[in-house]
């Protein structure tokens, strides 16, 4: 239910915020004995660093990192630039929409590899899919126009069965598209990259920097105990009173957050979602949750104009049931088989969930199971703050979030044939239509130019998935059959999420639910093109969850 104005200024300006000591973190903030450090905010050079393209092609180098390249802890590869003297280590693409793309690709580690797009509409020869790979000391161009509409889109590997290592490793960067909407917006709030709008990259990490999934990571994705916001951990953010513009991608292999911000007395404050995968919503909403799982974005707003000096607030991740109830499919005998799961009888109305009374503990056979299955010290769904702000000035700012954003026409449904896709597991794999990735297959074929709607239904007996598909931003239609705590947070009466509206490339769908989606197959690239389509748990993209796509 949206909040008015007068009751987010409630919940911000009435409260006595309990105004803490900066050196006294509030209790639960990183776990108990970390020391805070200062948010890492990308400048215009170094890790994540802001790199407008112009005509010159980007000579961009996956490689190794040394000390030199001042990484965030733990990332021991990434990709490399060197611009105008500057050194850049995973740049920030900044491009303007519609402007040509040229991007001289070298492999510099010691497996084969490619950079895909994630969310660019190009054609499947740019799109770097995982169909052609860069072999160790090759290369690969790649030249394209940003065709998208303004958004937060992102780069990384897509080798298949090598993607979920390589990221792990430190195999990511931002692409900004800018176009008139975008300009608008930041002219009308005095935005500021760097300053007042800033990117939050949230990658979960385990102590161990090498990557070594065991058969429970690749069963329920591989999660870490650690969340870095852009490589920092333990991060706070100093601020000044006036509204800020976070830009939130989850670049973790496998965790799924339910972001939301709190007073340090925990008293919830909600936001202002702008837009989310696809670029900026035709207007702001209102909002106090918002799940996020891996590959998609938010672009948030917060106003903290009416808070004073010394007041602290927290991003948090709150607690959730995660929903894995695979154990349930993979025991393997089939006379002892669990019967299918019942989501009321299974309490998921309630905020706290037994995990060893639900079976949570992984496959017997993995010896590593017991700790490392399920997030460790960390499972899935726990709540944690993550990000802390501080007050620190007070200053006039009087601007006021833009009634409308942009303008996004519904995609015309008249022509639209539907197509059903099942998510499920059978035979020790992730499943979509009971088949997995086979190399040049292409299961699902389109013809351009059409509209489709995918009717996205995963069983009872499953987990969340985070279903991506490359080149074709969707719109989501509705969700059927969610679970409770899902429905809980519709905003319409076809079951949508905030998070859902606009344009999406990646839509996590639950146990027991539907998702339907609109996709536009318009297509201006000569010839076949084949795309993928997968869930964006990395070691589920990486076990096969995964299908060709071929638009011709
Ligand atoms: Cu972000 Cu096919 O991936
Ligand atoms: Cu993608
Ligand atoms: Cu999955």
Redesign the pocket.
């Known amino acids: 239910m949206p909040l008015s104005r007068r009751e987010f200024i409630k919940a911000v300006g009435g409260l006595a915020l309990a105004s803490l000591p900066p050196e006294a973190p509030a209790a639960g903030w990183c776990g108990a004995d970390a020391h805070a450090a200062p948010l890492f905010v990308p400048r215009d050079r170094g890790f994540l660093g802001r790199l407008g393209l112009g005509e010159q092609a980007l000579t961009l180098r996956a490689a190794a990192l040394s000390a030199r390249d001042s990484a965030p802890a733990g990332l021991t590869w990434g990709y490399v630039a060197q611009v105008g003297g500057r050194a850049y280590l995973n740049p920030t693409l900044v491009l303007h929409r519609d402007q040509r793309v040229r991007v001289d690709f070298v492999n510099g580690i010691d497996e084969p590899t490619i950079v ?1 797009w ?1 969310g660019l509409a190009v054609d499947s020869r740019n799109d770097g ?1 995982g169909t052609t790979l860069a072999e160790p000391g090759g290369r690969y161009a790649y030249d394209f126009g940003a065709r998208n509409r303004s958004s937060l889109y ?1 780069y ?1 590997p ?1 080798p298949h069965g090598l993607t979920a290592g390589q990221v792990y490793r430190g195999m990511f960067g931002l692409v900004e598209i800018t176009d008139e909407d975008e300009s608008r917006l930041r002219a009308a709030l005095d935005l500021v990259p760097g300053k007042s709008e800033i990117p939050l990259v949230l990658q979960d990490r385990r102590a161990e920097a090498r990557y070594a999934a065991t058969d429970a990571d690749r069963m329920h994705g591989f999660l870490g105990e650690n969340v870095l916001i852009n490589g920092s951990a333990c991060p706070y953010l100093d601020v000044e009173t006036r509204i800020y513009r976070f830009r939130v991608l989850n670049a973790s292999n496998a965790r799924t957050y339910r972001l939301g911000w709190r007073t340090a007395a925990g008293t919830p404050v909600p936001f202002t979602l702008i837009g989310n995968d696809g670029g900026l919503f035709p207007a702001p909403r209102d909002c106090t949750d918002a799940y996020l799982a891996s ?1 998609e974005r938010l672009d948030v707003l917060l106003d903290l104009s009416n808070l004073g000096v010394g007041d602290t607030l927290f991003l948090e991740t709150r607690s959730f049931d995660p929903m894995h109830m695979e154990e349930a499919t993979a025991a393997p005998p089939p006379d002892q088989a669990a019967p299918p799961v019942d989501h009321a009888a299974m309490g998921h109305t309630m905020p706290e969930v037994d995990h060893a009374a639900m079976g949570h503990a992984a496959p017997p056979a993995d010896p590593h199971a017991q700790h490392a299955g399920h997030g460790g010290s960390f499972p899935e769904g726990t709540a944690r703050a993550l990000l802390q702000l501080r007050v620190r000035r007070k200053i006039a700012y009087r601007a006021r979030v833009p009634a409308q954003l942009s303008s996004l026409p519904e995609i015309d449904l008249a022509q639209a044939t539907e197509r059903p896709l099942r998510l499920g597991f059978a035979k020790g794999r992730w499943r979509i239509n009971d088949r997995v990735f086979a190399m040049g297959e292409t299961p699902i074929e389109v013809k351009r130019n059409t509209v489709e709607t995918w009717l996205i239904r995963n069983y009872f007996n499953s987990m969340p998935h985070a279903m ?1 598909l ?1 080149g074709f931003a969707f719109e989501v239609l509705e969700r059927q059959t969610s679970p409770d705590p899902i429905a809980a947070l519709k905003v319409d009466e076809r079951g949508r999420l905030a998070t859902d509206l606009g344009r999406k490339d ?1 839509v996590l769908v639950w146990p027991g639910e539907s998702v339907r989606v609109a996709i536009d197959f318009a297509c201006p690239f000569p010839g076949d093109q084949t795309y ?1 389509f ?1 869930c ?1 748990n990395l070691e589920h ?1 990486d076990g096969g969850m ?1 299908l060709g796509v071929k638009v011709s």
Do not use: K, L, R, V
């Open positions: 895909h994630h899919g992102w990384h897509h590959a991506h490359h990646t993928m997968h964006h993209e995964m």
